[in-house]
């Protein structure tokens, strides 16, 4: 499920407007819509990484967000190839950020990301 949510979220990427967009409503973004956009950024940009998808699920679940819903709302999975996209625009620096924040030792949500 979170796998096809992933997947879903990739392919909005030619409907998301610029980076500099992405930045400002980073601030206002639902928490699990930013769990996903970690999870897909992981899995699209950074090599030797991989989210852990049982982890990510759950975290999306203990913020009260739903996976199944998410996969009916478009404009949500918009904003989280947004974030995507910001991120994006540094690979080699974000997914250092990612992997301190959401890494085994992270300083965020340890556990999220693993080292393949």
């Known amino acids: 499920m979170i796998r096809t949510l992933i997947a879903a979220a990739a392919l909005s990427l030619a409907l998301v407007p610029a980076p500099a967009v992405a930045q400002a409503s980073f601030q206002n ?29 759950v975290a999306i679940e203990a913020v009260g967000g739903d996976i199944d819903r998410l996969q009916k ?23 250092r950020m990612m992997w301190g924040f959401f890494g085994d030792e ?8 693993t080292k393949d």
């Open 29 to 57: 973004m639902a928490p699990e819509l930013r769990f996903l956009a970690v999870a897909t950024f992981v899995e699209e940009y950074c090599p030797g990484m991989s989210a852990d998808l049982l982890a990510t699920k």
């Open 73 to 95: 709302q478009p404009a949500k999975l918009r904003q989280v190839q947004l974030l995507v996209n910001y991120l994006a625009g540094d690979v080699k620096q974000s997914c």
């Open 106 to 113: 992270g300083t965020t949500l340890p556990g999220i990301i």
